[in-house]
């Protein structure tokens, strides 16, 4: 058995790609997990998974797609890989709200981040470090300076993105 994971469902809950986290709870549970939890409506699960995390990922890809009819990356990663994350923010926190890390379903190549470079940023900030994007918005994610639509387009790999203040609340939840 593994061991408590953190599992991260891209863009639900906006626009018409509804959720609902007790639905979400109870796909994982059906699908073999134990200790599940959710935190807040933006698809944030914590639990135990069967043995196969890779296996268990793409059952709850399909099992979302099935049930509600679209697909969405999940994304997952230990306590201790989320707790280093976070430790590895490379930005000064002036407001946990505007700092962000995306979880990237892999590592961006170097010509992707090179590519990324080229977008104007203004006074937001950042930085891929291994699988995960960091960001820090100067006046927060509702109003960027920075294209970061265009910057996650290319580094070519889907994330999810989760507010410090999340991050922290999700590794509370996983013990």
Not at 10 to 38: C, F, H, I, Q, Y
Not at 39 to 55: F, R
Not at 90 to 111: H, I, M, Q, W
Not at 135 to 149: C, E, L, S, T
Request: proline share 5%; charged share 25%; hydrophobic share 45%.
């Amino acid at each position: 058995m593994s061991g408590r994971r953190i599992f991260l469902v891209r863009a639900v809950n906006v626009g018409g790609a509804k959720l609902p986290m007790a639905d979400w709870r109870v796909l994982a549970e059906e699908l073999g997990a134990t200790d599940v939890s959710t935190y807040i409506a933006s698809g944030n699960l914590v639990c135990t998974p069967p043995s196969d995390v890779d296996a268990f990922e793409r059952a709850l890809e399909v099992a979302v797609q099935e049930r509600f009819g679209f697909f969405r990356e999940v994304i997952s990663r230990s306590v201790e890989e989320v707790r280093a994350a976070l430790d590895a923010h490379p930005f000064e926190v002036l407001e946990p709200r505007f700092s962000y890390v995306t979880f990237l379903a892999a590592e961006p190549t170097p010509d992707a981040i090179a590519k990324a470079r080229i977008f104007e940023t203004g006074e937001d900030r950042w930085e891929v470090i291994g699988r995960e994007l960091h960001v820090r918005y100067a006046g927060g994610a509702g109003r960027p300076q920075m294209k970061d639509a265009s910057i996650g387009r290319a580094l070519a790999v889907p994330g999810t993105a989760r507010n410090l203040n999340t991050v922290r609340k999700l590794l509370e939840l996983a013990g």
